[in-house]
């Protein structure tokens, strides 16, 4: 099963066409430079002319969290902004854009499989995310260009050198101060794969050193945003007719541990500025940082504006196997956390992760993962089979043999099919907020406070409302309500949402990519200033020298004479 994350369609083509009309005029960009931060692999000797960037068009394609969504909505942006045109057919594009995920085998060889039937179309292929920012030098990766994680505000200029025919690769962190930050700007216009939800990334890496992930080889350590950043970016989303904001990161609980803030703390000053009918949605927390906060965090759930969801993963349900995976807490930890917030958010969904057959699990220690799963019944459990990622500690671990592995993956999610979570809500008048298409494109899909699905039908002026609904059906994964007639729906924000495909905070592009400029410019005045100050330095040692030289000359001529 899929991490909670995922949501967001796993390997969705991102994007629809969008009008040229909404298009800024383009500005020019500063020609790259070979640096520490740009190498410039390999240009062609006779540059094509007649290539105009900016003109082409791009296909994107993502794989993995909401996270990567978010920078490939932001890399759309940018890249509409300055005037390429964002398709979703692939063999149209001239250009691919390829946004890759680390976490899972399949999802890597699904990127690899990608760059291959790229490069035979003879198409000009970019490759961003998690897998090339972990491992550049990969042998499948020879002579693309990348952009790295922090990177992502520098799209244009990789896919302007890509279209040169040259081979670049922006791979470094971005610091303020000397501190890492979460990466580039929240501000940067963006295309929204669904107009009606923003993803805010509050901040990237995390401070876990869990054996099995390699993730934070690409991520690193915690770098969060500013509340105020934060707080900006979903006003302006607001601004723009979205009614349902995901936050997300690798780990929203250590939101704000490096920079003096804390999780509850933004979170607040977010419930402030959500209109009322709106919601927030939390991603994905580890129990080691939200016990911390416990008591404001069943505040903020119990509030109206907030979605009663967390998805906290427990990964097993044995002390021994999460001390050798590193981390961090005890199944009693966990346990803590979700009677907490049952008990005090009542009807709360907690979402959480297995991973069956890591290296060092006996039966035993699974026997204890069923024990837990079948004490709780998540509604929302994603098992997972152990992938042995290279350049992890648990990669080299004695494995546990393939078919032992499906075995127990098979068995648990038998006790996952045991039960159905929705029944007793059968008969239930809930009022849902419609944000999207259901996967059989036959209804639309609502979530109620608890954020479970609710399949209502698809009348057009239900998308974006709070619709009150009766349920009249249960499945293991979803309800079906009934529009209750007597009710209308309601839109829950006095602004309509931007039309898909159209690129966001459009209003202040020429501000943020002048500011970017300038910022470029800065950086190339500061190295520029540097040298000039080391040539003077090393100009004043040689007259230095001369002269001491001529001097010893000059005494030895006396002493001569």
């Known amino acids: 099963m899929e991490d909670i994350e995922d949501l967001v369609r796993d390997g969705a083509d991102l994007f629809a066409q969008r009008s040229r009309n909404s298009v800024m005029p383009r500005v020019r960009h500063r020609k790259m430079v070979a640096s520490e931060e740009v190498r410039e692999e390999s240009a062609c000797e006779n540059r094509c002319t007649s290539i105009i960037p900016g003109t082409q068009k791009i296909y994107l394609k993502t794989w993995g969290c909401a996270h990567n969504s978010s920078d490939s909505e932001y890399m759309a942006g940018q890249l509409a902004a300055y005037g390429y045109k964002i398709v979703d057919e692939k063999s149209d594009a001239d250009v691919w854009v390829l946004n890759s995920c680390t976490v899972k085998n399949p999802a890597e060889d699904h990127f690899r499989n990608e760059i291959k039937a790229g490069r035979e179309a003879g198409k000009k292929v970019v490759v961003a995310g998690c897998v090339s920012q972990a491992a550049p030098r990969s042998e499948f990766l020879e002579g693309l260009s990348i952009i790295g994680v922090q990177q992502i505000d520098r799209v244009v200029e990789v896919v302007e050198e890509t279209l040169k025919g040259n081979s670049v690769r922006m791979l470094s962190q971005k610091k303020e101060a000397g501190k890492r930050k979460g990466g580039a700007s929240l501000l940067l216009p963006k295309v929204r794969r669904n107009p009606l939800i923003e993803i805010i990334s509050i901040n990237t890496g995390c401070l876990n050193q869990c054996t099995y ?40 609980g250590a939101y704000g541990r490096d920079i003096g803030v804390s999780l509850p703390e933004l979170l607040w000053q977010l419930v402030e500025v959500i209109p009322e009918g709106c919601r927030l949605r939390l991603g994905m927390t580890n129990p080691p940082y939200i016990l911390d906060h416990l008591e404001e965090m069943a505040k903020i759930m119990q509030h109206p504006r907030v979605y009663a969801f967390l998805h906290v ?105 045991s039960y159905r979570p929705y029944d007793h809500k059968l008969g239930e008048k809930q009022i849902v907020l419609v944000t999207e298409e259901s996967h059989d494109k036959e209804h639309w899909v609502g979530h109620n406070k608890y954020y479970e699905q609710v399949l209502v039908p698809k009348n057009e002026d239900f998308l974006g409302k709070l619709v009150e609904v009766e349920i009249i059906e249960t499945g293991k994964h979803y309800m079906r309500g009934r529009p209750v007639e007597t009710s209308k729906p309601i839109s829950p924000t006095m602004t309509e949402s931007l039309p898909k495909g159209e690129v966001s905070g459009l209003v202040n592009t020429q501000d943020i990519l002048g500011s970017n400029k300038k910022n470029q410019l800065k950086e190339d005045l500061a190295k520029q200033e540097r040298y000039i100050i080391l040539s003077f330095i090393l100009l004043i040692s040689a007259l230095l020298v001369k002269l001491a030289w001529v001097c010893f000359k000059m005494l030895n001529g006396n002493m001569i004479d």
């Open 213 to 252: 992930c390699k993730t934070k080889h690409a991520r690193g350590e915690l770098g969060s945003y500013d509340i105020e950043e934060v707080v900006a970016r979903a006003q302006q989303s607001f601004s723009e007719g979205v009614c349902e904001v995901w936050l997300t990161s690798e780990d929203t």
């Open 313 to 417: 993963p427990v990964q097993s349900g044995s002390d021994g196997v999460l001390g050798d995976m590193k981390r961090e807490y005890s199944i009693d930890d966990f346990c803590k956390v979700v009677n907490f917030l049952k008990d005090r958010v009542p009807g709360i969904t907690i979402a959480t992760d297995i991973i069956c057959g890591f290296p060092t699990e006996t039966e035993e220690d699974f026997q204890e993962t069923i024990k837990l799963c079948s004490k709780y019944k998540f509604p929302s459990l994603f098992i997972n089979q152990f992938y042995p990622r290279p350049g992890t500690p648990a990669a080299k671990m004695q494995r546990i043999p393939t078919k032992e592995v499906k075995n127990r993956t098979r068995r648990l999610t038998e006790v996952f099919h």
